[in-house]
């Protein structure tokens, strides 16, 4: 280490290394001396619920021959914070994520220890292509879905106190989102089993019963809700409509419109928070009535409206009255530490929810201005023929 120099501290699984990978350690290095921690093999498979294509050794190997990097070591710990240990030890000056890295439990650790935190862009090298470990396991690979409003009413002990609609975004994977973080992980993994690495060229709707009937056998006492299959088989936005206790929709709504498509996009972020913990259970109090539901799809009916007008005032206001009407459903979905998070962004962002089923996952926030530190989705929209 040359004296003088700040020691600066990076952490990822960097699996399949790729320029994306080499720009981001570049930039990262102009900052100091730059240390490495390395997620294990075991962390990842805990993380992302799958193998490494690399194994830790392997990946230390590779990111030690790089001219930018002073030492690599695998973290101790395990986790989305797996570097905690690691980091008071090494004490470095500065602590560097990329913008789909960040999270507020790794700023707050920062604050903690007296070390600089800083956020940076995914930005290529030179006229390189932008890079992902994702998008380079596969040409097409297997989407995401976002849930936007109305979401639970796909489950019939939701739908039989009032029908309603659930819309959702299928999205494009250009990062590797982690389990347990209500981003249908675990229905994408039924999806690969079924598909190996990319949808089937079929009638969307069509795929979309064929994984929910795959993720649900004969038998399966928690029935996954098929809002999750949609999501991930049909591209674009898309309402749907559940009758009163049904498992399936009676009919569909997609937006294939470009604008309303980029208006969307323009004025959603996401901040990662964590995995839900282990043993978590959103259903250990609940209060679903006819009452909550009825409220919940009403804010589903203003989202979808707002959206394809796009007024932003009525979007927003279907976003988060959704947001509270599942909350009164499902009280377990907020914690104070979640409720502490929001609250930095209540400035700055018209509406907020939680991925999935909350306790953890992701913050989805609603804004016409730029929330700092926060990372952007792509909607898919390839079968659409656009």
Same mark, same amino acid.
């Given at each position: ?34 240390? $490495? ?115 639970? $009413? ?233």
């Amino acid at each position: 280490m040359n004296k003088g120099r700040k020691k600066v501290f990076v952490s990822g699984c960097f699996d399949m290394l790729h320029s994306g990978h080499v720009a981001f350690l570049q930039e990262a290095a102009r900052y100091g001396d730059l240390y $490495i921690g390395l997620g294990s093999d075991k962390t990842i498979r805990e993380l992302k619920g799958r193998d490494t294509v690399y194994s830790e050794e392997e990946r230390a190997y590779m990111l030690s021959a790089l001219k930018s990097v002073h030492r690599v070591s695998v973290n101790t710990g395990n986790g989305l914070m797996d570097f905690r240990d690691d980091m008071k030890n090494l004490s470095p000056d500065i602590f560097i994520v990329n913008e789909d890295g960040h999270s507020p439990e790794k700023e707050d650790l920062c604050k903690e220890l007296g070390i600089e935190y800083r956020v940076l862009k995914r930005i290529p090298h030179a006229n390189l292509p932008a890079r992902s470990t994702t998008a380079l396991r596969s040409s097409r690979p297997i989407p995401y879905r976002i849930d936007i409003a109305g979401t639970w $009413i796909d489950q019939p002990y939701v739908s039989k106190f009032h029908p309603g609609a659930a819309i959702t975004v299928s999205i494009e994977p250009t990062i590797e989102f982690n389990e347990r973080s209500g981003m249908a992980t675990s229905t994408r993994k039924k999806a690969i089993e079924l598909w190996n690495d990319h949808l089937p060229f079929e009638k969307p709707e069509k795929l979309a019963k064929t994984l929910f009937r795959y993720d649900n056998d004969p038998g399966t006492t928690e029935v996954s809700g098929s809002q999750d299959s949609i999501g991930i088989a049909m591209p674009g936005i898309n309402r749907f409509y559940y009758d009163s206790g049904e498992y399936w929709p009676s009919h569909f709504d997609t937006v294939t419109d470009p604008d309303i498509i980029g208006w969307l996009e323009e004025r959603l972020f996401m901040v990662t928070l964590w995995p839900r913990p282990d043993g978590f259970n959103v259903l250990a109090a609940t209060h679903i009535n006819k009452e909550n539901v009825k409220s919940l799809a009403s804010a589903a009916d203003l989202a979808w409206e707002g959206l394809i007008n796009r007024d932003m005032e009525k979007f927003s206001e279907g976003f988060l009255n959704s947001f509270r009407s599942q909350i009164r459903m499902f009280p377990k979905m907020m914690t104070p530490e979640i409720e502490r998070i929001i609250r930095q962004y209540e400035g700055t962002a018209r509406a907020w929810k939680l991925s999935g089923a909350g306790g953890g996952g992701y913050l989805i926030l609603i804004s016409e201005e730029e929330i700092p530190n926060s990372f952007r989705i792509k909607i898919r929209l390839r079968e659409l023929g656009l």
